[in-house]
């Protein structure tokens, strides 16, 4: 009995030891999920740098100025200079089949290539990474291979471009690069591309390219959202508070106070060219449903009454998910069916 006795005063501290390390690391947690929302309300700053994520360097190592060592043989880079203190990296991916050609040339012949009769894609990344991510990557090798010249960049603030995030500033970057490209590319079709994030900067674009009656003669949307308040309340990061009390005000009224909108809704009703939207039904960051809801808004809007607008769902068991969209080989028919007749009537 007494050895029983011993050692249950033996385990009973020990248990109540445990017990309060347990507490005080659950204290911890519970105090760090209240203390984040008021955080990100007395510094909004914070939310703008969760939205734009730039500071992800993935992969980290890559050297931005050898697009070669991925695998990109037929590529130059280039650095343009949209305002005072800021300059962009940009990439231009001529068509696979000029790869013997490209090899060794300067940026000038790169330049001049744009007025060769290949029609030009201007692509727009999402968050994070740099524009040598492997997805992006990839995608590229696939328009280079359809006969496209791919042209994409850094925005402000990310990868090796100098500049601040913002969503003016990188509206104004991408409105650089499109004027840079039409200077250089004669009479060939330009079309633009933006995937995720890219979405809201190609539809901010695209809306100012057409009230100032300069349309491009093409806009694709891959895993685009509605507006960024619906995209934050439905990304994935935020489902530990989407029932916190007070969510709107603490976690989406800061990314307005921040300037921040990305409104796809509102901007697919000032476009007047071509749209295509392309979205996979297992999307985990951009909700399918965004992608549909944005369709429905625009197939019926005025601005497009005279052009296409076409939505192209990729059914979950295809595993395309929110970056897997280029592996489809179903794309290069999608693109060639769209693109073919995507010419407003006046340029054909």
């Known amino acids: 009995m007494t050895t029983i006795s011993v050692c249950l005063h033996m385990v009973f501290p020990l248990r109540k030891g445990l017990w309060l390390r347990l507490r005080k690391i659950l204290l911890c947690v519970l105090g760090l999920y209240i203390a984040i929302p008021f955080l990100i ?13 730039n500071f992800v360097r993935v992969p980290y190592f890559i050297d931005l100025k050898k697009p070669q060592d991925q695998g990109l043989n037929h590529t130059c880079n280039y650095y343009l200079q949209p305002e005072e203190d800021v300059t962009v990296g940009v990439w231009h991916t001529v068509p696979a089949v000029w790869w013997k050609n490209a090899q060794g040339k300067d940026q000038m012949w790169y330049e001049d290539a744009l007025a060769s009769s290949h029609p030009i894609i201007l692509y727009l990344h999402g968050n994070a990474g740099t524009r040598g991510g492997d997805h992006r990557v990839e995608l590229y090798k696939v328009l280079s291979s359809l006969g496209y010249h791919v042209v994409t960049f850094d925005y402000r603030g990310w990868g090796d471009s100098v500049g601040t995030p913002s969503e003016r500033g990188m509206t104004y970057d991408a409105l650089h690069v499109f004027d840079w490209i039409k200077a250089r590319s004669g009479d060939n079709a330009v079309y633009i591309w933006g995937h995720s994030l890219g979405t809201g900067v190609a539809t901010n674009l695209v809306r100012r ?14 895993s685009p959202f509605t507006n960024i308040r619906e995209e934050a309340k439905s990304h994935p990061f935020s489902v530990i508070y989407r029932y916190f009390p007070g969510f709107d005000w603490f976690f989406l009224d800061p990314i307005t106070s921040s300037g921040i909108k990305f409104a796809n809704d509102e901007n697919v009703k000032h476009i007047s060219c071509p749209l295509l939207i392309l979205h996979a039904e297992d999307d985990p960051v951009v909700p399918f449903q965004l992608g549909r809801k944005l369709y429905s808004i625009a197939a019926p809007a005025r601005s497009f009454r005279d052009f296409k607008v076409q939505f192209v769902p990729f059914h979950s068991d295809l595993g395309y998910r929110h970056k897997y969209i280029y592996k489809s080989p179903e794309l290069p028919r999608i693109l060639r069916e769209f693109l073919g007749k995507s010419e407003p009537e006046h340029q054909h």
């Open 41 to 53: 309300k007395l510094c909004p700053g914070i939310q703008a740098k969760l939205i734009f994520l």
């Open 209 to 222: 390219l057409c009230e100032r009656e300069t349309p491009p003669d093409a806009l694709i949307l891959e």
